[in-house]
């Protein structure tokens, strides 16, 4: 069971609109920033927002990221096959002193 | 060019020890906390420890704590990760990742390297 909590999976088709949310506490999403990370298969994650909503240089602006008390979002607007892809929240825990990761989102595109 | 590479990895029994490392290039190494995040086959990410920049700070999740060490050496730009009386659920990939820092007080990961496989199995 992971600290923060994630959908397991999600499904849409291309060219439409997805979030993905990440519930947590005040320990951390309330009070620390959170990212997101894209992990192909067989791959390394990757960054994909920072800081709640900010976009590394090179990440496609089609990527969004919110935050909302002891809650995350990520969003993925105009969706395209190589968006398949599990995608992670994290941040630091307070409590814990370590960081957490979400379960994970397994995206599908129809 | 920002690289991470592991090593390490392998084939091990239960109660037995291996040592992981993290080559790191491209970057001021010494300026960096990082860390190690783990992924058991076909699960998530799971965080296993990080290190401050000096050494001079460890943190662990609670599942390795006694049994792992993180450390580092700044003059080799190497991170490493001792793993003592290993279990079978310490099977997993196991990721170093950069730990940056926006507005000096905020943290995320920023790179990865492309992980080592931990097999613990009699």
């Known amino acids: 069971q992971s600290v923060l909590t994630q959908p397991p999976s999600v499904s849409e088709a291309p060219r439409q609109r997805v979030t993905i949310s990440c519930s947590g506490s005040?320990?951390?999403?309330?009070?620390?920033?959170v990212s997101w990370y894209q992990q192909l298969p067989g791959k390394a994650p990757k960054l994909l927002i920072y800081?709640?909503?900010l976009l590394p240089s090179g990440v496609s602006d089609r990527f969004s990221g919110s935050k909302s008390g002891t809650s995350a979002s990520l969003a993925i607007s105009g969706l395209q096959s190589e968006d398949e892809a599990d995608y992670y929240c994290a941040t630091w825990d307070d409590s814990l002193n370590g960081w957490v990761f979400g379960g994970g989102t397994k995206l599908t595109v129809l | 060019e920002v690289q991470l590479v592991e090593s390490g990895g392998g084939l091990v029994q239960p109660g037995g020890s291996l040592r992981l490392s993290c080559a790191d290039s491209?970057?001021?190494?010494?300026?960096?906390?990082m860390s190690w995040v783990r992924q058991a086959p076909g699960k998530g990410l799971e965080w296993v420890a990080n290190?401050?920049?000096?050494?001079?700070?460890?943190n662990y999740v609670d599942s390795v704590k006694g049994r792992f060490t993180i450390s580092r050496d700044n003059a080799k730009n190497s991170l490493y990760l001792q793993m003592n009386s290993l279990r079978v659920e310490d099977t997993a990939v196991y990721f170093c990742a950069r730990e940056a820092r926006y507005s000096n007080s905020w943290f995320y990961f920023d790179y990865w390297g492309q992980g080592t496989l931990v097999t613990v199995s009699s």
């Open positions: 005040s320990s951390n999403i309330g009070s620390n920033a």
């Open positions: 491209g970057f001021t190494f010494s300026s960096y906390w």
């Open positions: 800081y709640d909503d």
């Open positions: 290190i401050k920049e000096d050494g001079s700070e460890k």
